[in-house]
């Protein structure tokens, strides 16, 4: 098993802090990690063993706490699922903010890289794509904005898009 497969979703949340505190500041601190998770400081000291055993930070008690370059290449690897997911449910599902944030945060810890990858192409495949791209995806935000009563049937859509220049 590789380091990152052994990874709880708490652990792979301290490696997201770490690396968010060092693009901040260079370093984490045990403090600010704690702050930033909203846990207790022993919570912290704990999680930072078990991911300096796991040789994915350089800790020692009251230092600076960095990560290694394998514990670098996962977290960097959890951040990009985490933007790819929150860019997916706001610019596509049309997910408020928030909600796209705290789903994106719970979903990153479950989706494999294939799939985060296929969700890559089909983000660009619907911005590119003059069949799909922007009409549908504007089409489709317009239909989220709509309450159940609004949103017509499917014989209704297929007529206006009959009326529309599309199928000319």
Known sequence: MTAASELSESMENYLEVILALEKETKVARAKDIADRLQVQRGSVTGALKNLGEKGLIN???????TLTPTGKRI??????????LKDFLLNVLQIDARAAEDNACRMEH??????IERLILFIEYIHVC?????????SF???????????????QCLAELKDSNVCK
């Open 110 to 115: 479950a989706i494999d890289k294939k799939t």
């Open 59 to 65: 800790y020692e008690p009251y230092s600076f706490i």
């Open 130 to 138: 003059p069949r799909a791209g922007e009409d549908w995806l504007k």
């Open 75 to 84: 977290a960097r690897d959890i951040t990009h699922r985490h933007h790819v």
């Open 141 to 155: 935000t317009n239909y989220c904005r709509k309450d159940e009563s609004e949103r017509a049937e499917c014989s």
